[in-house]
């Protein structure tokens, strides 16, 4: 079977710098007969977490939550870094970031909260203390049981409050 592309022209959108950028799915998977009307909630890890985060500034009628796990870079000298999308989201977000993490310093965390506090997004972020970049994946050395639970009580708390 050959996978096929949305050409859907909204697939295409203005990322915050006025550039195209592509997200080539979320138009797709969110227009299926599956999904429900209204809004959809995203869950990103690592550079899903990244990808949430824009898709939620180019979606803001149909994301309604992002959470995001050891997720990064959200913060970037780029003139379309993630941070910068803040001003378009409406979602509830969520962002647990682990304590020992080379790609999201205490710095970055301190960012993109102040951008998010800038444009006025619901969000909660935590560093959760002690854990390593990956601390949700089972099958690496970087996995912590403890923050592994953590997430998913936060996760499903998240997905409570936006989903109904």
């Known amino acids: 079977m050959r996978a096929s592309r949305s050409h859907d022209p909204r697939a295409h959108t203005r990322a915050p710098t ?3 950028r592509r997200l080539p799915r979320v ?3 969110v227009s299926r007969g599956e999904v429900t009307e209204g809004k ?3 869950t990103g890890y690592c550079m899903g977490a990244r990808l949430a985060v824009l898709a ?3 979606f803001p009628d149909r994301i309604g939550a ?3 796990f050891h997720g990064g870079p959200l913060v970037t000298d780029s003139p379309d870094g993630p941070h910068l999308a803040a001003e378009n989201i409406t979602a509830e977000i969520y962002f647990a970031h682990a304590g020992k993490d080379a790609h999201m310093t205490p710095e970055h965390v301190a960012q993109f909260d102040k951008a998010l506090d800038d444009a006025s997004v619901r969000h909660r972020t935590e560093t959760y203390e002690g854990v390593e970049h990956g601390f949700t994946q089972s099958d690496t050395a970087a996995y912590d049981a403890a923050a592994d639970a953590r997430h998913y009580r936060e996760l499903l708390a998240l997905f409570d409050r936006n989903l109904r």
């Open 18 to 20: 006025g550039r195209r």
């Open 27 to 29: 138009p797709h998977h």
């Open 40 to 42: 959809v909630d995203l």
């Open 56 to 58: 939620a500034g180019m």
């Open 66 to 68: 992002v959470g995001g």
